[in-house]
């Protein structure tokens, strides 16, 4: 029997390469820019859309700078129940809750963020990127660009793709799964998520080559396995790390004592 998915999603990863060439490296440059003036790339996504951020980093082949924005409010742990689907799935739709969550974080002018969603309508993407365009940064959304033609469903009538400053198309379909079964109603096989995780495998490759390009060059996660690397050098990573956090919620301080003081 021939692949059923693999075939598909080669299709896709080819799609999406040639459909977002421009926006990828325009993402990438706009990286490189935030990292190298001392600033961060944020990651946010919700429901399956956290996990290219987990993905991103911390990871063998990732570097420092790239800040993943993890609420284990909007992730599921469970199916069913305490930190299940169902209760993640009201609050990312739930407007003025994300707020809440990125007033701690050390988000300022001149960074960059991806905001993943696959629908590019809930509540806690198109929020996560009207917040940061606020500060004075710069958003990407790697989104569903075949979703545009679904209605907008935020009070703001805009979607993910609207407020963004970069558009990155998954090529995923509306549907998600790719896999037609003869006798069943509906495909299987979801895609978005791998798609989004390999378009951020790119733009991780070239944002480090637009870095390179500027003679930086930035601690970067290796495995243990490879001879010559010891868990010291991923302990070093994460030094280097927590001092760029720690001089980004430096920089944060009075935009946070701000918001607590309403």
Sequence with gaps: ???????????????????????????????????ADGGLVHLFGSGHSVLPCQEAFPRYGSFVGLN???????????????GGVRELLWLERTE???????????????????VYSHSGRNAAGIETALYAKERGVFVVAVTCKAMLDQPASHSSGQRLADVADVVIDTRAPVEDAIVPVDGWSRPVAGSSTVMAMALTHELIARTATSLARRGIELPTFASPTVPGVTLHDTDEVYG???????????RHLPAFQAAMQG
């Design 68 to 82: 993943p924005l993890t609420d284990p409010r909007v992730m599921w742990h469970n199916v069913l129940g305490p």
């Design 240 to 250: 280097v790390y927590r001092e760029r956090m720690l001089e980004a919620s430096r």
């Design 96 to 114: 003025g809750y994300i707020d809440k969550f990125l007033a701690h974080q050390p988000i300022n002018a001149g960074d960059s963020l991806i």
């Design 1 to 35: 029997m021939a692949d059923l998915y693999l075939s598909r999603l080669i299709s896709l990863l080819e799609e999406a390469g040639r459909a977002n060439a421009e926006a990828l490296a325009e993402a990438a440059d706009r990286f490189a820019s935030s990292i």
